[in-house]
């Protein structure tokens, strides 16, 4: 995970042939690194990939996807290639399209990586959940529902609560956040992939002006 998340960026160029960067979205910027290099992989035998779980747990990442032998699949998973990128000064941050050339390029930007959705809602939905065991461990069933409810939210990165909340001098709980975001008519759901992070379709500046009472 250290490699993917840009802790050895010239490790991860190496390895995975991406650069990661330390956005406050690195660990989805790890696994997106991670994704790309299966679908490229996959593409060089015109095949297509379609991720249906992912996930990180402690200092590993895990990808589940189909492998779709089919070059209209290879078509689309070429689409589903590009980059990311993030603005400090608006909190603004999303993906670029692309690959092996960015459409823009006067961002800073990690990549190239997997722009589409992590997960397939439908098979979490329908599948997944519906065949949970007894005899699964409390920490999968725990992974398996943050990250159902996850692949339900927007297909943008997700933020920290302590960027949203920066200069106000305490912590706010994240629930809270998502609750001011919804109650503004605007999709919010926790991530899994850090116990601050959030992904929402809201302005994030505007979310931290309205907490900070401006």
Not at 74 to 88: D, I, W
Request: net charge positive; glycine share 10%; with cysteine.
């Amino acid at each position: 995970m250290g490699v993917l998340s840009g802790k050895y960026p010239i490790k991860c160029v190496r390895r995975y042939g991406a650069l990661p960067q330390k956005f406050p979205y690195r660990f989805e910027v790890g696994i997106r690194i991670l994704i790309s290099l299966i679908a490229r992989y996959a593409l060089s035998m015109d095949y297509g990939i379609q991720p249906l779980a992912s996930f990180l747990d402690g200092h590993y990442y895990r990808v589940c996807a189909l492998i779709l032998k089919d070059r209209s699949y290879a078509l689309e998973t070429l689409k589903n290639l590009g980059y990311a990128y993030y603005r400090s000064g608006t909190l603004r941050r999303g993906f670029i399209p692309g690959y092996p050339i960015p459409s823009i390029t006067r961002y800073r930007l990690a990549g190239p990586l997997w722009i589409g959705n992590l997960w397939d809602a439908e098979f979490l939905v329908n599948y997944f959940m519906r065949n949970i065991r007894d005899y699964f461990s409390s920490r999968a069933k725990e992974i398996g529902m943050l990250i159902t409810d996850e692949s339900l939210g927007p297909n943008i990165p997700y933020a920290l609560t302590t960027e949203v909340g920066k200069d106000l001098g305490r912590e706010l709980p994240i629930n809270d956040i998502i609750n001011v975001i919804r109650g503004l008519g605007y999709q919010a759901v926790r991530s899994h992939f850090h116990i601050k992070g959030f992904r929402t379709n809201a302005d994030l500046l505007r979310i931290r002006e309205i907490i900070m009472g401006k």
